[in-house]
């Protein structure tokens, strides 16, 4: 079983994938668009700090850490400005550049 579907508020949308769990996820602000965890890496500041995604023994438990996530750190996508979204994929662009890369 496969399933996609966003949810949508003006200019931004959630979009989210999901085939027996919950797959990926990514935000959209207008033309600007962020993978879950590059948002979460932008703003925690390192990689894999978020609960999502993370190891889980139940479909729904994948819902429920990006919840927690949406709660505690995605302020900037539910409630701040089409620029604070936008800094963070600048963020992100910087951040990758800063990563070794394999040769």
Do not use: I
């Not at 919950?22 to 207008?30: D, E, F, T």
């Not at 879950?36 to 993370?54: K, N, T």
């Not at 023994?57 to 990006?66: A, I, N, T, V, Y």
């Amino acid at each position: 079983m496969f399933a996609s579907g966003e949810f949508q508020r003006g200019t931004r949308r959630l979009e989210v994938h999901f085939r027996g769990l919950l797959g990926l996820v990514a935000y959209h602000v207008g033309s600007v668009r962020l993978s879950h965890e590059d948002y979460m890496w932008s703003v925690l500041g390192r990689r894999w700090a978020s609960q999502y995604p993370g190891f889980f023994s139940e479909p729904l438990d994948g819902f429920r850490h990006l919840l927690a996530d949406l709660e505690n750190h995605a302020g900037d996508f539910l409630a701040g400005s089409d620029d604070d979204f936008a800094k963070h994929a600048q963020h992100v662009e910087t951040l990758k550049k800063a990563v070794p890369r394999l040769p």
